[in-house]
């Protein structure tokens, strides 16, 4: 039934298949252990509306605030995390 109109993609298919899923004009419901994880809703305008782009900005800052006050993360961490790992790839590049 459902198969006409989306397509059901496990987590780990997904992650492998991301390209030529985003490129779909078909939905795609993403399980975790035989559980809805995620749908993902193709999109073929140009660009999104500006206050659809407002609210999803703000639900993300949100829920990514939320993250790391619930486990003690401040942005001065999150920052230096980021600055490190910036080196690290670096370097692995210049030793190509």
């Known amino acids: 039934m459902y ?5 059901i993609s496990t987590a ?15 939905p795609v419901v993403v399980t ?9 809703l ?6 999104l509306p500006e206050d659809l782009r407002a609210r999803l900005f703000d639900q993300a ?4 605030a939320s993250h790391m006050k619930a ?4 942005e001065e ?4 995390d980021f600055e490190k790992w910036r080196k ?5 590049r210049r030793r190509r």
């Open 12 to 26: 780990d298919e997904f992650k492998h298949q991301a390209a030529g899923l985003l490129r779909s004009k078909t």
């Open 32 to 40: 975790r252990r035989g559980r809805m994880a995620g749908i993902f």
């Open 3 to 7: 198969n006409d109109h989306m397509k």
């Open 71 to 74: 486990n003690g993360i401040s």
């Open 61 to 64: 800052t949100g829920a990514i």
């Open 88 to 92: 690290k790839r670096r370097a692995a």
């Open 42 to 47: 193709p999109y073929s305008g140009t660009r």
């Open 77 to 80: 961490e999150v920052l230096a």
